[in-house]
């Protein structure tokens, strides 16, 4: 067993036990634990829109990124290259974090501006071009609020805020630092003050911040 799945077990485990506790009536907390186990193990359901082809399109994804071979030819289709239209598959644990968000925000649209991109002028160190990038929004929800969860629970990610274009650029860099930045005035600015305040010790909630589809 890898330790991140010791480390789910150990806090479902924990979870069930508050559960049970602050149930009305007894109910095991052996029982619940297996209720969250199932949850755990349920994929997710992915309601994306297309914002280039304006249509919408809903996939299911596992928790850890991965999925049928169907479905993962049509999520690749999806997120091709717009502008060369090539495709290639994007890396599993962004499509994890993407499962995540779906699930966080259980019912809510997301919009996708792009993924992969290999078209002339699109950085050869780009994690697009690298497919571990998507760019997105969710209808009905905070920039700031899905930046935040994103930084403040995962490491080994870039996360980048795009307030005037209204996006946020998630990515998976298994072999890279972490990184935070805004978008402002066509530059990025890196260190951005929303980054060290969502990890201050006070305002994380988890103890220790997550890989991509651990
Ligand atoms: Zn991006």
């Known amino acids: 067993m890898v330790p991140g799945i010791i480390e789910v077990k150990l806090a479902t485990t924990l979870m069930a036990g508050w559960m049970a506790a602050a149930s009305p009536v007894p109910v095991p907390s052996e029982v619940v634990a297996l209720l969250l186990e199932a949850k755990a193990a349920t994929p997710v359901e992915v309601k994306l829109y297309d914002e280039n082809l304006r249509v919408d399109a809903t996939v299911v994804l596992r928790r850890d990124g991965s999925t049928d071979p169907v479905t993962k030819k049509a999520v690749t289709k999806l997120f091709r290259c717009r502008v060369t239209n090539r495709s290639y598959p994007i890396k599993q644990r962004t499509l994890a974090m993407l499962a995540d968000i779906a699930d966080r925000y259980d019912g809510k649209t997301i919009e996708f501006v792009s993924a992969y991109r290999v078209q002339r002028g699109e950085s050869r160190t780009s ?29 080994e990610v870039g996360i980048g805020w795009y307030p005037s274009e209204q996006f946020i650029h998630m990515d998976s860099r298994p072999t890279l630092h972490d990184t935070a930045w805004t978008f402002l005035k066509g530059n990025n600015r890196y260190k951005p003050y929303w980054a060290e305040l969502a990890r201050r010790p006070e305002s994380t909630r988890t103890v220790a911040a997550r890989r991509p589809g651990s």
């Open 127 to 155: 994690p697009h071009r690298d497919a571990r990038a998507i760019d997105f929004r969710i209808r009905g929800v905070q920039l700031r609020e899905i930046r935040d969860y994103l930084w403040r629970n995962y490491s």
